[in-house]
């Protein structure tokens, strides 16, 4: 162990996942069919979903074990680095400790690839050979190109337009490894035609993006769909992350009084914070869980909690979350992986029970987070990960007002290295923000689903 980093053996890597169903005080509403509004079943899923990640979906056992074939490949880059953020710490001349789980080590740059490879595996398991998914900025569609790649599958992935056009490399990335790459909206599917019938300069969104990743899914034997957050078992997945943050923190004789993950799914956030979850209910830990998301796409501080589509289309179940409206088009920011209009049902609900925080931050103030830490700490961070940096900002400086000691902790889900031109706007003075009007909210609320 270093003075700065504080490191784990491949044999101290979790052999489980944790389900934080087992332990939640109480549990979100169940899915709803799209068309009949009754409590999806398990045959409602097998069209797109392997059973065994059904299986994950709704089980409410706390340990899951991790197969040992997923536990190769996570050996190739975990267990992960976590850092204490000393240089950063001097820079803002707090009293706070500030420690970062660093997830841009895994070979697809950030945290995505941690549910990627189980999701392959199990779909691969069942014969399935070719999955369709989404992608935001590209980190997602990034890992789900490697996974396939490890275990000989086809992958289609279905690139938000705007991040299509933003993040080429990234699109250049998941060719690499395999993946045919389709900017949306697009003419492939129903559901893309009929968003550029009505917009034919229309940005996309993750709603768009997954409505036809799933229509295409729906229509082929041998395809299945992978997500790659908002559903119980990505969550799960990611949990490697803060089990690992745990015995860390524990090794440099520290726990924190904070941790903080950005979040617009929820995957990376809840992969952090779940296994703190755990103690904050089992075992009684004082602890603060605070979202990081852009006040432009202000899901848990701003959205109505209740059951929406996860998509545009419809094609998706109904599910109980935070949301802004499954027709909302967000503006088209340079975090493109936090651009959703819901959030994970696990994550909404807690924060509906007051267990976790929400916060919104302004689009150049995390840039300007995120160039403070690269110049203290060395790494550029991805602009999702910038929203988990300066909300740790703002705390570490809260506690430099207040006089007290604090540790934080956070999750630096991934690196920015593909994501320059975005600072090369936001340094050259073109980046702006965009704070959610709220007429243009109410007016999306206005359409959710009548339950």
């Not at 979790?14 to 509403?29: E, G, H």
């Not at 923190?249 to 755990?278: D, H, L, Q, R, W």
């Amino acid at each position: 162990m270093s003075e700065n980093k504080i490191l784990l053996t491949e044999k101290e890597m979790p052999r489980q996942w944790y389900n934080v169903m087992a332990d939640m005080p109480n549990l979100p509403k169940p899915p709803l069919h799209p068309a009949t509004q009754k409590p999806v079943g398990p045959e409602d899923l097998s069209a797109i979903f392997p059973m065994e990640l059904i299986k994950q979906e709704v089980s409410t056992e706390r340990w899951i074990d991790i197969p040992e074939e997923v536990q190769k490949i996570y050996r190739l880059w975990r267990p992960s680095p976590l850092c204490r953020a000393r240089r950063l710490e001097k820079a803002l001349d707090t009293p706070a400790k500030i420690f970062y789980k660093y997830e841009g080590v895994s070979p697809a740059g950030s945290h995505k690839l941690n549910t990627a490879v189980p999701q392959a595996y199990y779909n691969k398991k069942e014969g399935i050979n070719r999955l369709t998914t989404e992608t935001g900025a590209g980190q997602w569609g990034v890992a789900l190109s490697q996974a396939c790649n490890f275990f000989g599958m086809e992958c289609r992935v279905f690139m938000v337009k705007v991040s299509y056009e933003q993040k080429p490399y990234r699109r250049s990335m998941m060719q690499i490894f395999g993946s045919s790459v389709v900017p949306s909206p697009s003419n492939e599917t129903a559901a893309g035609r009929k968003v550029l019938a009505a917009d034919p300069d229309s940005p996309g969104s993750l709603g768009i993006a997954i409505s036809e990743a799933v229509e295409v899914a729906a229509q082929r034997e041998d395809t299945n769909y992978a997500l790659g957050s908002v559903l119980n078992h990505v969550i799960l997945h990611q949990t490697v992350i803060g089990q690992e943050a745990k015995e860390q923190m524990a090794k440099a004789g520290e726990y924190p009084n904070i941790v903080i993950g950005c979040c617009g799914g929820g995957s990376n956030f809840a992969g952090t914070a779940f296994p703190f979850v755990y103690d904050k209910l089992v075992r009684g830990a004082k602890i603060r869980l605070i979202a990081a998301e852009p006040s432009s796409c202000p899901t848990l501080t701003r959205g109505r909690f209740g059951y929406d589509f996860g998509d545009v289309a419809g094609l998706t179940p109904l599910l109980s979350m935070y949301t802004l409206g499954s027709e909302f088009m967000p503006p088209s920011i340079h975090a493109g992986g936090l651009r959703y209009h819901g959030d994970s049902p696990l994550v909404s609900q807690l924060l509906h029970d007051g267990i976790i925080e929400a916060t919104a931050l302004d689009q150049t103030s995390i840039f300007e987070g995120a160039i403070m830490f690269a110049r203290s700490e060395g790494i550029v961070p991805a602009p999702e990960s910038a929203h988990a940096i300066q909300c740790a900002i703002n705390e570490a400086l809260a506690a430099k007002e207040a006089g007290e000691a604090r540790t934080i902790l956070f999750t630096l889900s991934g690196h920015g290295l593909l994501d320059l031109p975005s600072y090369d706007k936001f340094m050259a003075g073109k980046l702006e923000d965009f704070p959610l009007p709220e007429d243009i909210l109410a007016k999306s609320l206005q359409n959710l689903p009548k339950i």
